[in-house]
């Protein structure tokens, strides 16, 4: 008989353990979905953080290379030989100008639009058919909005990065 209780006694100390973790086991299901959860969420800011940083990374780029640009059209329009001054036909002139004798560069390169990835750009072109400035073609819109420097302070408030036009400005 004394086998037989303590067999009774196991049972019923199982049944008790049985239902203890019966009604454990939701909690546990809610814990780990709320966790998930949480975690796309942490993930979504970093993700959104990413980005914008990327934007600006691009917007300083742009900034950067259009200053390279407007740079090496004012230097090919003043060194002109002679007297009227003339501007690039084409962004490849600015690489190496064949109006003297010596090599002149104005630019290493045809930079890409750090926006759109391309290496074409938008033209500003004058009466006499050579290019005056440069501006990207995206219509995406900029975070930077305000505080430009002196030089670029006409972007302040544009809408687009098509809009910030990259120019000689002839004195």
């Not at 196991?10 to 086991?25: C, I, W, Y």
């Not at 002196?150 to 120019?167: C, I, N, P, T």
Request: proline share 4%.
């Amino acid at each position: 008989m004394v086998f037989c209780n303590l067999n009774q006694a196991a049972t019923s100390f199982g049944a008790r353990r049985l239902h203890v973790r019966q009604g454990e086991q939701g909690f546990t299901y809610i814990g780990v979905l709320v966790l998930v959860a949480l975690m796309g969420i942490a993930l979504a800011a970093a993700g959104q953080m990413w980005h914008t940083l990327q934007q600006r990374e691009k917007e300083q780029e742009l900034l950067f290379i259009g200053h390279q640009f407007r740079f090496a059209l004012d230097r090919y329009a003043k060194l002109t030989p002679g007297q009227a001054k003339r501007h690039p036909m084409v962004l490849e002139d600015l690489l190496q100008d064949s109006r003297r004798p010596e090599i002149q560069r104005y630019l290493r390169k045809i930079y890409r639009d750090p926006v759109t990835g391309n290496a074409e750009w938008g033209l500003i072109i004058g009466s006499d058919g050579g290019i005056y400035g440069v501006h990207s073609l995206s219509d995406g819109e900029p975070l930077k909005k305000s505080n430009f420097g002196l030089a670029d302070r006409q972007f302040e408030g544009r809408m687009k990065y098509s809009d910030w036009v990259f120019m000689h400005a002839p004195n």
